[in-house]
């Protein structure tokens, strides 16, 4: 059974850095054509896909958030990180992280997905 | 990346048939088959209902189906029950590498 669980700071300052933990299990991030995202969610509002990591280490960003977004692994932990910087009111959201499906390259499909972690950004 | 565009709302009383449509472009859901779908009941996690355009997975009912023409992918729900209300959510692959969502859509069965 595959499970991903997210874990992080609930309350972060305007300015500051973000760091997210996905902690996941039942598959490696060592196996070929194995892959994570994150996705953000804010309050009432629609999703947004953030970031991407594969399991040869290459790394896919959001156009509009590439300057601020980090994605990194530790196979050994099975863990994926995300980090972002400069964090605004705006960025508060519900951010998931989930195993995608399909071709990390040419397309695939989010399933499943972790419970979410709330971050919110205020001083 | 724009998001793809949904209905922000759709209805039907149990029993009926609902389609949510999720209008692109020819970046992303024109050009490829990589357009999925799903589900989010209030407060939970979404749940995958569709992939590559028309795909179930185990477990999803076969009420759920999914469809494509140009640049408008669509959800249909035949049979709608009471449990099918929640947001529902189209996302597809793009020309840059990335990955964009629809704006969402609320189902209500009356």
């Known amino acids: 059974q595959v499970t991903l669980r997210e874990s992080g700071p609930a309350l972060v300052k305007p300015t500051q850095t973000l760091t997210l933990t996905c902690t996941f299990s039942g598959f490696s991030l060592s196996t070929s054509g194995m892959c994570v995202s994150w996705i953000r969610q804010p309050p009432g509002k629609a999703l947004e896909w953030l970031a991407l990591i594969d399991w040869d280490d290459d790394k896919y960003y959001s156009t509009s958030l590439k300057t601020r977004l980090t994605i990194s692994k530790d196979t050994s932990k099975n863990q994926v990180v995300l980090t972002m910087t400069n964090m605004d009111p705006v960025d508060t959201a519900t951010y998931y992280c989930?195993?995608?499906?399909?071709?990390?390259?040419?397309?695939?499909?989010?399933?499943?997905w972790g419970q979410g972690t709330l971050v919110t950004v205020s001083s | 990346q724009s998001a793809l565009t949904q209905p922000p709302s759709v209805s039907g009383s149990p029993g009926q048939s609902v389609t949510i449509s999720c209008t692109g472009t020819s970046s992303d859901v024109g050009s490829y088959n990589r357009v999925s779908w799903y589900q989010q009941p209030p407060g939970t996690a979404p749940k995958l209902m569709i992939y590559e355009v028309s795909n179930r997975p185990s477990g999803v009912p076969d009420r759920f189906s999914g469809s494509k023409s140009g640049n408008t992918a669509s959800l249909t729900i035949s049979g709608l029950q009471a449990e099918d209300e929640a947001d529902y959510y189209c996302s597809s692959y793009t020309s840059s590498s990335t990955y964009v969502f629809g704006t969402g859509t609320k189902v209500t069965v009356l």
């Open positions: 989930a195993r995608m499906r399909g071709s990390c390259y040419s397309g695939g499909w989010f399933d499943p």
